[in-house]
């Protein structure tokens, strides 16, 4: 099975080496080049990006002759199985279209996926009209320990989960919060968005138009509700953690992966959660390396999709969600009153999410 990769900025090609003793275990290597080559009956068979300098310095270090600056071109004359895409938002929608047209059998994005929800919308339609299994690149849902705490989820560790809580600092919309929202839909297997509160730092907000933020802002607060009560919460709180609060105890994954902390009560009428245990970082493969292994098992029909169409759509409108609520004064939206065209570009400084 031939792959391509389209960018070879930091999450296309760059070296994971970069990250070595910095992140837990379970996330190297990262980049979409080393992932691939580690996915058993792929060939990684070209690069492309439109700095020809960065392209041949990536071809150069991976031993990859076959280089390209108009990934058309390239779709056309490699005619690629697989697609991995790490450019920036705003060219991604003609990417994806252009290679659900041209025989691409699956995709892997990174996030976010569209400036838009009418925008994301017209991909993910694209992309089912075509047959394509689209992977998205909030990668977390494919790392060792956080699939292994929602398996304790689903065991009912802590009974029935209420409320997801995300501790991940004082972060942008589009940089970061595609990753919290989605281990949001994760844990709680839920896309039945009803409601979102937030409030963003209103110096990181550059409306533009009604309908136009020209900024990545940063989320102050947030709330997202769901059928049945249940919820997720956006804390300006640091330390990369994401707390389950459920009907008989809680479970946190802390420090990005590092290890699990359960607790529970010591019997079934106790008000306290003194029952505690902690599980290290289970050992495995990368989880950008799992997303890939799984998508091309998707595309060999021995295995499903690791994230859903919905998931992807939801996760989108939850941002989107988070911006127009900030706008209307942090008031709580129905989620079907979040605009369809409302656009935030991720622009930070002069570089785009």
């Known amino acids: 099975m031939k792959a391509a990769v389209i960018g070879c900025g930091q999450m296309g090609a760059a070296p994971s080496a970069r990250l070595e003793g910095l992140v837990p275990g379970g996330w190297l290597p990262i980049s979409h080049v080393e992932c ?3 996915v058993e009956g792929v060939e990684l068979a070209a690069l492309c990006d439109m700095d020809s300098a960065l392209l041949e310095a990536r071809g150069r270090h991976y031993g990859i002759t076959a280089l390209y600056t108009d990934y058309r071109r390239m779709l056309d004359e ?19 279209t252009v290679a659900c047209g041209a025989g691409v059998r699956g995709i892997y994005v990174e996030k976010p996926l569209a400036n838009s929800i009418a925008e994301a919308d017209s991909v993910l339609s694209c992309a089912a009209a075509a047959g394509v299994t689209l992977v998205y690149g909030v990668n977390r849902r494919y790392h060792p320990t956080y699939r292994e705490a929602r398996r304790m989820l689903l065991d009912g560790a802590i009974g029935e989960p209420i409320e997801v809580v995300a501790e991940h600092g004082r972060a942008p919309l589009f940089w970061s919060h595609p990753h919290t ?35 990545d802002p940063v989320v102050e607060h947030a709330r997202f509700t769901f059928g049945s009560g ?16 459920g009907t008989r105890g809680t479970l946190t994954v802390h420090g990005d992966g590092s290890y699990i902390q359960l607790n529970r009560p010591l019997r079934e009428d106790a008000a306290y959660f003194l029952d505690q245990r902690f599980l290290p970082t289970l050992p495995g493969r990368s989880a950008t390396v799992t997303a890939l292994a799984e998508l ?10 690791p994230v859903s169409s919905a998931e992807i759509g939801t996760g989108l409108r939850m941002l989107m969600g988070a911006v127009w609520s900030h706008l209307q004064g942090s008031r709580p939206v129905a989620a079907t009153d979040i605009p369809q065209q409302l656009v935030v570009t991720g ?3 002069d570089v785009y999410a």
């Open 78 to 96: 490699v005619r690629p199985d697989v697609v991995t895409v790490a450019t920036r938002t705003p060219p991604k929608h003609d990417i994806v």
């Open 296 to 305: 091309v098992g998707a595309l060999d029909d021995s295995g499903l999709s």
């Open 347 to 349: 622009r930070y400084g």
């Open 230 to 245: 249940t919820s997720a919460i956006l804390l300006q709180t640091g330390g990369l953690s994401v707390r389950v609060g």
């Open 36 to 38: 691939l080559r580690q």
């Open 181 to 215: 929202v989605d281990l949001a839909l994760f844990l709680l297997e839920r896309t039945d968005l009803l409601e979102v509160q937030a409030s963003l730092d209103p110096e990181t907000v550059e409306q533009r138009g009604e309908l136009h933020v020209d900024s």
